[in-house]
T-cell receptor, first 113, second 112 residues
Framework: ETGVTQTPRHLVMGMTNKKSLKCEQH?????MYWYKQSAKKPLELMFV???????ENNSVPSRFSPECPNSSHLFLHLHTLQPEDSALYLC????????????FGPGTRLTVT | SQQGEEDPQALSIQEGENATMNCSYK?????LQWYRQNSGRGLVHLIL???NEREKHSGRLRVTLDTSKKSSSLLITASRAADTASYFC????????????WGAGTKLIIKP
């Protein structure tokens, strides 16, 4: 967990709020990912960035907006979320691409009220 | 769509016993990976086995892969309380744009 950091660790927001999740990796990896983890469901891949370019957007609602200013940083901007968006949001990175081992941050526990 | 499916969904054993978890998948793969997640935390990569490998070891972990049956198993020997966690398999495949496809996980509880 120490190679990938995420802030904040916990976030409570109302449906009209705007907030951002931050992820930073110190591993020199090329690829970064956002995942959503809901209870009793498989991990859902949201976005993939490879060398700062977005390569995957898995039909994620526009209320989630990713940003990758450089290979080490990844943001997830949130606005007008719904209660069903409450989940653990995980950031990960990998050295070469999606099929290689991924290194995860500790996650942000998001609660939408 | 879900590729990996772990079995059982939950497993409770005594400390010192061996724990076996299984993963089945549907399509051809490039590799299969196992991860551990402690409660509410990030996932930790345990082991990666390639499609041309049949068995791999790492410490107390042993992973097997049977591509003819499209299944894998993770064996944890001499379990410890610290092994209590959820375990996930994930498959990577050429025809899925190398996207890792995740199962829903096996929740392992080690009783002291």
């Amino acid at each position: 967990e120490t190679g990938v950091t995420q802030t904040p660790r916990h976030l409570v927001m109302g449906m009209t709020n705007k907030k951002s999740l931050k992820c930073e990796q110190h591993l020199g990896h090329n690829a970064m990912y956002w995942y959503k983890q809901s209870a009793k469901k498989p991990l859902e891949l949201m976005f993939v960035y490879n060398f700062k370019e977005q390569t995957e957007n898995n039909s994620v609602p526009s209320r989630f907006s990713p940003e990758c200013p450089n290979s080490s940083h990844l943001f997830l901007h949130l606005h007008t979320l719904q209660p069903e968006d409450s989940a653990l949001y995980l950031c990960a990175s990998s050295p070469f691409g999606q099929s290689y081992e991924q290194y995860f941050g500790p996650g942000t526990r998001l609660t939408v009220t | 769509s879900q590729q990996g499916e772990e079995d059982p969904q939950a497993l409770s054993i005594q400390e010192g016993e061996n724990a076996t978890m299984n993963c089945s998948y549907k399509t051809s793969i490039n590799n299969l990976q196992w991860y551990r997640q402690n409660s509410g935390r990030g996932l930790v990569h345990l082991i990666l086995i390639r499609s041309n490998e049949r068995e791999k070891h790492s410490g107390r972990l042993r992973v097997t892969l049977d591509t003819s049956k499209k299944s894998s198993s993770l064996l944890i020997t001499a379990s410890r309380a610290a092994d209590t966690a959820s375990y996930f398999c994930a498959t990577g495949a050429w025809d899925s744009n190398y996207q890792l496809i995740w199962g829903a996980g096996t929740k392992l509880i080690i009783k002291p």
